[in-house]
Each structure stands twice: as C-alpha cells, then as structure tokens.
C-alpha cells in the first residue's frame, strides 16, 4: 500500500505540535494517576486519540487541546482499571534526577525539600492536584487550565488559591502533618 501524501503531511504535523508536549503529558497523567506505568498506558492512548482527533484542532497551540486529552483519558483509564486498586503513591527515589556535579548535601537537601513538596501535592484532593500541577509544574495559563478541565476561568482561580493553601498548610503541618 503506498504512502498517503495527506496522512504524512497529517503525521507530520501532529508530531511538530504534539510530540513537544510528550512530557506535560507525562507529568499530568502521573500526577493523575499517581503512578509511573498506569501514566506511560494513559499517554499512549491519549495520543492516539489525539491522533485520531487531530482535524480539531484550532490554530497551533496543541497543549491545552493535548492536556485536554490526556486528563480525559485518564480520569476514564482510571474508572476501568482501578475500581478494585488502591492508589500508588509517587516515590521520589524512582524519578529524581541527580546532577553530579552538584554538591552533595544541596542536592540532599534538595531532594528533601521535593519530597516534601511532592507528598503536600499527593495530598491534595484530585480538583486541586490538577489545577496546581497545570499552572504550578507545566505552566498553563489559567484560561489554558480552564480549558483542559472545561470549568471557569474564575473556578481555576478559586481552585488554585484553595490547593495552594492546602499546600501551605501541609508544608508548614509538624512532621508534614495531614490536610
């Protein structure tokens, strides 16, 4: 079967305004998921049906159409594979990212800290883990984030303000006490 030119120039597309958008889509996905493996299934079957989708896209800025996707995919991911699983807590050792160069007792100190960050945004109730990780971790606009998750630009708003005092008080809890 020979190459379709549209197919190809369509595959090339997608690849120049999705596949920069790969770890975003990671990212979330984890954060949603809350585990690594669960995280790599959900991107996958995010993209495909990105793919599949791809004619709806407007203009060029694929993430906030691509995040869409994704949080969609996985909340559904989530209702089919998880019903009977308990949640999978994030494992700093897993995913740090070490600078050899650096000194040893900053990055200990700084490994700490992530930590600590990271168990404060596991905490956090899934309506404001998500907001938090778009503006937060990826950057997302809050008219960006509101289109993801489909809800207000002034829900985005409300929500980010609650999670981020969420976090401050866990961060700030003895002990890195509970919400």
């Known amino acids: ?3 379709d030119p549209n197919l190809s120039s369509r595959r090339a597309r997608f690849e120049a305004l999705a596949l920069p958008h790969l770890d975003a ?8 998921a809350r585990d690594s493996d669960d ?23 694929a993430r906030p159409w691509l995040l869409a996707i994704v949080r969609n995919t996985c909340f559904t991911w ?5 019903e009977a699983r308990g949640q999978v807590s994030y494992e700093e050792s897993q995913h740090a990212q070490s600078d050899p ?9 700084r ?9 404060a945004i596991a905490h ?5 883990r998500e907001v938090v990780v778009l503006r937060e971790l990826e950057d997302l606009s809050y008219k960006e984030i509101a289109g993801v998750l489909s ?3 002034g829900t985005v708003m409300s929500r980010l303000a609650r999670g981020r005092h969420l976090l401050a008080r866990y961060l700030t809890a003895d002990g890195g006490g509970e919400l």
């Open 111 to 119: 490994a700490d800290e992530r930590q600590r960050v990271d168990a």
């Open 78 to 82: 989530l209702a089919h594979n998880r």
């Open 1 to 3: 079967m020979a190459d």
């Open 101 to 109: 160069a650096a000194d040893p007792a900053w990055l200990a100190l």
């Open 39 to 61: 995280a790599r299934d959900i991107v996958q079957e995010a993209f495909l049906r990105a793919f599949d989708a791809f004619d709806g896209l407007r203009g060029d800025n």
């Open 151 to 153: 809800i207000p630009v």
């Open 25 to 32: 889509a990671f990212n979330l996905a984890r954060w949603l």
């Open 124 to 128: 956090l109730p899934p309506e404001f």
